[in-house]
């Protein structure tokens, strides 16, 4: 199946500093990567929407200036957490839809784990 | 309001037992819907998916889930559970593209 990585899996950052994550899809290429965020023991929340060459849409609630994305090309999209403060330690997990099948799926990178200190 | 409602939190069960995960969606319209799994430190795995046709979906590592249009559920089924089965499960509704998740359920495997 479609492969999507994420990088870093974990980094632990000072607060008041900028973390950039990166999430490709290595074999296929996708028009639109989702972002999402998870806290210890519930469930994902959909952060934004991201399309390849337009600028992300963001749910309701979500600092755009906040949680950065770029979606410069087919297989890379990039969330940056700007000046991150403890609260925003989190799971970043990314999704890729991929237009392979009639019926369009999202796959799921592994996940970032931010911890800021 | 589009959601997915995972009413149990925690289910244990004993290894080699059957198994059943709870999933109520509210949508407009039939969304396709999916379970997905997540052990501890890991990504998100896809087990199985519906989008029409046949009800019964089969999936991955055994699981099927039968879609009941009339209540509204998409529940996961696994007739005999092992110790690796241990993890959490989401179920999912997707319409337009946006996938809303449920709370997940914490699946516990007594040996």
């Known amino acids: 199946g479609a492969v999507v990585s994420q990088h870093p899996s974990w980094v632990i950052c000072k607060s008041g500093t900028s973390v950039k994550i990166e999430c490709r899809s290595l074999d296929f290429q996708a028009t639109t990567m989702f972002w999402y965020r998870q806290f210890p023991k519930q469930s994902l929340m959909l952060m934004a929407t991201s399309n390849e060459g337009s600028k992300a849409t963001y749910e309701q609630g979500v600092e755009k200036d906040k949680f950065l994305i770029n979606h410069a090309s087919l297989t890379l999209s990039t969330l940056t957490v700007t000046s991150a403060h403890p609260e925003d330690s989190s799971f970043y997990i990314c999704?890729?839809?991929?237009?392979?099948?009639?019926?369009?799926?999202?796959?799921f990178g592994p996940g970032t784990r931010l911890t800021v200190l | 309001a589009q959601s997915v409602t995972q009413p149990d939190i925690h289910i244990t069960v004993s290894e080699g037992a059957s198994l059943e995960l709870r999933c109520n969606y509210s949508?407009?319209?039939?969304?396709?819907l999916f379970w997905y799994v997540q052990s501890p430190g890991q990504g998100l795995q896809l087990l199985l998916k519906y989008f029409s046709g046949d009800t019964l979906v089969q999936g991955i590592k055994g699981f099927e889930a039968e879609f009941k249009r009339s209540q509204s559920s998409f529940n996961l089924r696994k007739p005999s559970v092992h110790w690796s089965d241990a993890a959490e499960y989401f179920c999912?509704?997707?319409?337009?593209?946006?996938?809303?998740f449920g709370k997940g359920t914490r699946l516990h495997i007594l040996p």
């Open positions: 999704s890729a839809l991929t237009r392979l099948a009639v019926t369009d799926t999202q796959y």
């Open positions: 999912a509704g997707n319409r337009d593209d946006k996938i809303i």
């Open positions: 949508y407009g319209a039939t969304p396709y």
